[in-house]
């Protein structure tokens, strides 16, 4: 694959998204897309696979452990959000790499988790891709999240709508926030 698109200097806190994701092997491609465009890309995992011995495999590929139990006695487990910006907030580096179509197959409706998450935490969202068709892997934007959901996730399907899984019939953008989708 050819690295393509935007090599942000000192690119250092964000929420990367990692689309499409059609299969399996996508997760390491775009790992050692961003590992060779210098970006420090991290994933979450629950605080389990950090154990040995999937802490051998996890660690490496840039694993980092989300911690959902209640913050004092009493409390509710927090949302995956919450534990997404707690780790954004005890870290002044983070890249943090998600899949918001949440599977493998073919699925109309994204997770908004990660808008949520760069909102809250004050970071921007950084549309990482894999385009198969084109052999090429980049970042095409960069931006921070406005508050506006469904102009913002409008912008993100604007950008991902031509880009080509490796399965393609698995990928299509969010019915809700693509008003522009062929159906």
């Known amino acids: 694959m050819n690295l393509n698109g935007l090599n942000p200097k000192n690119f250092n806190r964000a929420v990367m998204l990692a689309i499409p ?5 996508d997760l390491p491609i775009a790992r050692a897309a961003f590992y060779l465009m210098q970006i420090p890309v991290r994933f979450t ?3 389990e696979w950090m154990k040995f011995p999937y802490s051998l495999l996890a660690k ?3 694993g980092i452990a989300i911690d959902r139990s209640p913050r004092k006695a009493g409390e509710e487990r927090k ?15 983070l890249v ?3 899949t918001p179509e949440g599977t493998r197959s073919y699925n109309e409706n994204w997770k908004t988790g990660f808008y949520y998450v ?11 891709y894999l385009d198969y068709a084109k052999k090429e892997a980049g ?3 960069v931006f921070m999240p406005t508050g506006n959901i469904e102009e913002d996730m409008q912008k993100i399907m604007d950008f991902y709508r031509d880009i080509k899984g490796k399965y393609p019939e698995n990928f299509t953008t969010d019915i809700k926030y693509d008003k522009k ?3």
């Open 79 to 93: 949302s995956m959000t919450e534990a997404m910006i707690d780790l954004f907030n005890q870290n002044e580096e």
């Open 60 to 62: 490496p590929l840039g």
């Open 139 to 141: 970042v095409g934007m």
């Open 96 to 98: 943090v790499m998600v």
């Open 45 to 47: 995992v629950k605080k």
């Open 21 to 25: 994701h059609t299969t399996n092997w």
């Open 118 to 128: 760069a909102l809250g935490a004050k970071v921007p969202i950084a549309l990482g």
């Open 181 to 183: 989708r062929k159906v």
